[in-house]
C-alpha cells in the first residue's frame, strides 16, 4: 500500500508570510487558489510554471477548501494589511 506523504506547511508551522505553503516552496496555498480558481489559469500549467507537480497545485487547492476559516482569517489578514498600506502611501504632509 501506497503512503501519501502530504507536502502542505500549515500556517501554524509557517514561516512564509505564516500562511500555508508547498514544503520546499515559496509559494503559498492562498496564491495557488488565486492563479487556478480566481485567474481561471490550468493546473497543470500553473505546476508547469513554479516548477511544482501538479498533484501538490491540487493538494493546495484541496487544502484551502478543507480550510475555509483560517483561509479567511489570512485573506482578512492581507486585505487589512493592504487597506493600511494604502492609508500610508496616500498621506499628503503637512505644510
Known sequence: MAVTEYRIVSADKSTIH???HIEE???TVRQLHALVE???NRPDHIA???GLDVGEVYEALAYYHRN????EQIEARHTR???EAAQQSSVTPRR
Open 18 to 20: 505564516d500562511e500555508p
Open 25 to 27: 516552496s515559496r509559494i
Open 38 to 40: 480566481e485567474a481561471g
Open 48 to 50: 508547469d510554471r513554479y
Open 68 to 71: 475555509p476559516e483560517e483561509m
Open 81 to 83: 494589511a493592504a487597506m
